[in-house]
């Protein structure tokens, strides 16, 4: 697992000297987690309809539609990052995914099987957080499932590192 780490450490860091923030290549943790739990408990034969906020890139978005039988949203407020997204669909991806470029506060009700956020949370104020729970409320199907990443007090890399926001009692 630690050699893993540093390969993705070594993988961001590269990335980021080439084209910035949104060329991480693979799959993120998130993803190889929730393809992984999604096989598991029998979710992959199901079509799903999935809502990727943050998408960025959209690799994890293509992941997603290369190991499950679902449609994905990739949303994402950075122009550039769904740019880049959607250059990079091809062929066997179309119909499958689509890439917007949307704050997440702007996304109209839908109803999703999964909604999959990956390494945004900890970069919202409290007051977007409660504004991105209450998307997940409207919608998230009912029995939906969320896959989201935050950031640990044990995460070496980052952990004492920012700007605590105020009114969050564990920020």
Not at 60 to 86: M, P, Q, T, W
Request: a positive charge; one cysteine or more.
């Amino acid at each position: 697992m630690e050699q893993m780490n540093i390969s993705n450490q070594n993988n961001r860091d590269e990335a980021k000297k080439e084209r910035g923030p949104w060329m991480l290549k693979g799959p993120s943790e998130l993803a190889l987690a929730a393809v992984q739990f999604l096989k598991k408990h029998r979710y992959a034969d199901k079509e799903l309809t999935i809502l990727d906020i943050a998408c960025g890139n959209g690799r994890d978005s293509f992941y997603l539609i290369e190991n499950l039988n679902c449609n994905v949203l990739g949303a994402d407020i950075s122009k550039e990052a769904i740019e880049l997204a959607r250059n990079d669909v091809q062929e066997r991806h179309k119909g499958y995914v689509k890439f917007e470029c949307i704050d997440f506060k702007d996304i109209k009700a839908g109803k999703y099987d999964i909604i999959f956020i990956a390494n945004i949370y900890y970069n919202f104020r409290k007051k977007d957080r409660e504004q991105l729970w209450h998307l997940i409320k409207r919608t998230l199907k009912p029995n939906g499932i969320l896959f989201l990443t935050a950031l640990s007090a044990n995460d070496k890399e980052y952990y004492g590192k920012g700007e605590p926001v105020h009114g969050e009692y564990h920020s």
